[in-house]
């Protein structure tokens, strides 16, 4: 069995599912910009401002003072309201439906979202994962730091895991690429503060006293993830 499906299985038996990004397609993919260097309260608050105008066709009709204003709560408003913008419109011009963009090919996909302003490659990844249907692993920095600490691969830079982990991306279900990304997010929040020696996520089973009293998850079932700018 490959190590990163024992990893998966552990993690997933002791926090559970994760149904990250599941709720709105196009709230998700707006959150998914604006969560960029913020926070999830902060998120939720511009979110909020933009439910009267959750549309494909009412957001591209606001003004650009009018959805600046409106995301404000998000910080960075100004950068933020250029890039949902900018986003928008590729939408628009791609025909406006994501399940229809979906039967794209992911790596046509991927290349089109990383020409738009503020969508780096781990972004691109989240969107192909939870927006575009695509299964794929996304290698951001809780990733390749839980593969340092169980010894599975030094990787200094995203594309470098990003490539090494595509082999096993490929024999991943579209839902459980989804869980393992927030599953591997989830627990990597609770090292920030206490880090623990988690090896053992490397053994077939691990038993409930092996798990330190500070691997609880933080945000729990679709709890709001930090997607990296």
């Known amino acids: 069995m490959n190590p990163w499906q024992k990893v998966f299985i552990n993690l997933a038996h002791h926090y559970g599912r994760q149904n990250w990004w599941q709720n709105n397609r196009l709230e998700d993919w707006l959150m ?4 960029q260097r913020t926070n999830a309260r902060n998120v939720a608050l511009a979110v909020q401002n933009l439910q009267d105008v959750m549309s494909l066709d009412q957001l591209l009709a606001l003004t650009p003072a009018e959805l600046e204003d409106r995301v404000r709560p998000a910080r960075f408003y ?19 439906d994501f399940s229809v963009i979906s039967q794209h ?15 780096g490659p781990e972004t691109a990844d989240v969107m192909l994962l939870y927006t575009f249907d695509k299964p794929t692993f996304v290698a951001d920095e809780y990733a390749r730091r839980l593969s340092a600490r169980l010894g599975l691969g030094d990787y200094k830079t995203y594309t470098a895991m990003y490539t090494a982990m595509a082999p096993f991306a490929a024999t991943l279900s579209l839902d459980d690429a989804r ?21 053992f996520l490397l053994q077939d089973t691990v038993s409930v006293d092996q798990w330190p009293a500070q691997a609880v998850l933080q945000d729990g079932p679709r709890g709001e993830p930090r997607v990296p700018k």
């Open 32 to 35: 998914m910009i604006l969560v």
């Open 179 to 199: 869980e393992l990304h927030a599953l591997i997010d989830e627990h990597g929040k609770t090292q920030t503060r206490h880090p623990y020696d988690d090896k």
């Open 105 to 119: 090919p992911a790596a046509e996909l991927r290349s089109q979202l990383l020409t738009l302003p503020g969508i």
């Open 78 to 96: 100004k950068q933020k309201a250029i890039r949902i913008r900018t986003a928008l419109e590729w939408l628009a011009n791609a025909g406006g």
